[in-house]
T-cell receptor, first 119, second 115 residues
Framework: DTEVTQTPKHLVMGMTNKKSLKCEQHMGHRAMYWYKQKAKKPPELMFVYSYEKLSINESVPSRFSPECPNSSLLNLHLHALQPEDSALYLC??????????????????FGPGTRLTVL | AQSVAQPEDQVNVAEGNPLTVKCTYSVSGNPYLFWYVQYPNRGLQFLLKYITGDNLVKGSYGFEAEFNKSQTSFHLKKPSALVSDSALYFCAVTPGASGTYKYIFGTGTRLKVLA
């Protein structure tokens, strides 16, 4: 099963709201990713968690706050977003085998995304 | 600078004809190359990857890609296109030498298969 699930599918929020995006995988993967994708553009990496620890933050504004409560779950907490933050938010996971250290060859498996609209 | 180029924004092909979606890269060291497909309002689906070995890689849904080190290319191909292949295709690379697992994506190519 190579499935990554994301909820909700769609989210509309005002600039003063607080909301969260959720991502889940049960493939035993130990790396999880958040991407932002604008229409007809490639995904842009936001955060990477490796073994439940934040390993990469691509200088993302603090109004985006990631959380990895356990190896299967990844959240993205949203607060005081701007209209330009409207996008498709994608979660991905990859095996990240610590013994083989094959991180560069890992396949990332993507979820279907959450379409976020900020009013 | 390390980069991936997909020189065609859009490729049109008739159903039943062979298709090619082009990708070239510029990275240091040995690259690891990936192809993904994205249908409207969906996530990216993995098609295939090249790590080492045989230059011709076979993947999902009848797609294949050929790694050409001298031309620094990794073009995606399919012998007979289907209308259902119409989607957005992304090439990605991880520069093996640096050990990073951050994908460098190309800008994407929209494939339109005409019935």
């Amino acid at each position: 099963d190579t499935e990554v699930t994301q909820t909700p599918k769609h989210l509309v929020m005002g600039m003063t709201n607080k909301k969260s995006l959720k991502c889940e995988q049960h493939m035993g993967h130990r790396a999880m990713y958040w991407y932002k994708q604008k229409a007809k553009k490639p995904p842009e990496l936001m955060f990477v968690y490796s073994y439940e620890k934040l390993s990469i933050n691509e200088s993302v504004p603090s109004r985006f706050s990631p959380e990895c409560p356990n190896s299967s779950l990844l959240n993205l907490h949203l607060h005081a977003l701007q209209p330009e933050d409207s996008a498709l938010y994608l979660c991905a996971s990859s095996p990240r085998d610590r013994v083989l250290w094959t991180q560069a060859t890992d396949t990332q498996y993507f979820g279907p995304g959450t379409r976020l609209t900020v009013l | 600078a390390q980069s991936v180029a997909q020189p065609e924004d859009q490729v049109n092909v008739a159903e039943g004809n062979p298709l090619t979606v082009k990708c070239t890269y510029s990275v240091s060291g040995n690259p690891y190359l990936f192809w993904y497909v994205q249908y409207p309002n969906r996530g990216l689906q993995f098609l295939l990857k090249y790590i080492t070995g045989d230059n011709l890689v076979k993947g999902s849904y009848g797609f294949e890609a050929e790694f050409n080190k001298s031309q620094t290319s990794f073009h995606l191909k399919k012998p007979s296109a289907l209308v259902s292949d119409s989607a957005l295709y992304f090439c990605a690379v991880t520069p093996g030498a640096s050990g990073t697992y951050k994908y460098i994506f190309g800008t994407g190519t929209r494939l339109k298969v005409l019935a």
